[in-house]
């Protein structure tokens, strides 16, 4: 896919949020979100995308870190990435609603933003977390995710300055926009 395009800018205190269409491996910001599994040892979708652009290093460390639990997030270098860090963060795999999924994967937004903060980076990319493989509804997935990010952005103060929502379709990046707009933002 080409150079990601800005979809939608706008400003939410002292934040820039973005909608981006494209392919989160070419964003030049500070650290980019992986989609991960439990194991961190790669597998398909955009955490695929990720080793090959980041290169056989990323596995390596990943192979140290020991897994990581549903919900939660580790951080790593970027090696070949533009990106100096990935932030592995693991989506609950959708199962009908009652196993605490919406929960799971606002843990993933709130824990990747507190793991940015930390390391203190300025710019973030996510992509739609549990939206492929693990077949989270994407309408429900876009509200968390904006929700999740609005509310981190105003409850702490070392929060990224900007943060990308980076869709890989059409419809995805028009769900985050919309979801932004029910907030009365946008
Ligand atoms: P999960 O297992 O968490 O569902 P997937 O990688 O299967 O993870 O999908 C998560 C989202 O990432 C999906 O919306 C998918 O379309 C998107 N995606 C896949 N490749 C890329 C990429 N290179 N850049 C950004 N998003 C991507």
Redesign the pocket.
């Known amino acids: 896919?080409n150079e990601p395009r800005r979809i939608h800018a706008l400003e939410v205190g002292p934040a820039v949020l973005d909608i981006m269409l494209?392919?989160?491996?070419r964003l030049d910001v500070h650290a980019i979100v992986n989609?991960?599994?439990r194991s961190l040892l790669g597998?398909?979708?955009?955490?695929?995308?990720?080793h090959r652009a980041a290169g056989p290093e990323l596995l390596a460390e990943c192979r140290t870190l020991g897994g990581c639990a549903t919900g939660e997030a580790k951080i790593t270098a970027g090696y070949r990435l533009k990106a100096r860090h990935v932030i592995h963060a693991v989506?609950p795999?959708w199962s009908g609603g009652d196993r605490n999924e919406d929960q799971l994967l606002a843990a993933c937004y709130r824990n990747a933003i507190a793991l940015a903060a930390r390391h203190g980076l300025a710019s973030l990319a996510f992509?739609?977390?549990?939206?492929?493989?693990?077949?989270?509804p994407?309408a429900r997935a876009a509200r968390i995710a904006t929700g999740t990010v609005v509310s981190e952005i105003a409850a702490r103060a070392d929060a990224p300055g900007r943060i990308v929502f980076?869709?890989?379709?059409e419809e995805?990046a028009r769900l985050h926009s919309d979801a932004l707009i029910d907030f009365g933002l946008g």
């Open positions: 896919m494209g392919d989160i491996t989609a991960a599994n597998g398909g979708g955009v955490d695929g995308a990720i989506g795999i992509p739609a977390i549990s939206t492929g493989v693990y077949a989270f994407p980076c869709c890989f379709s995805s």
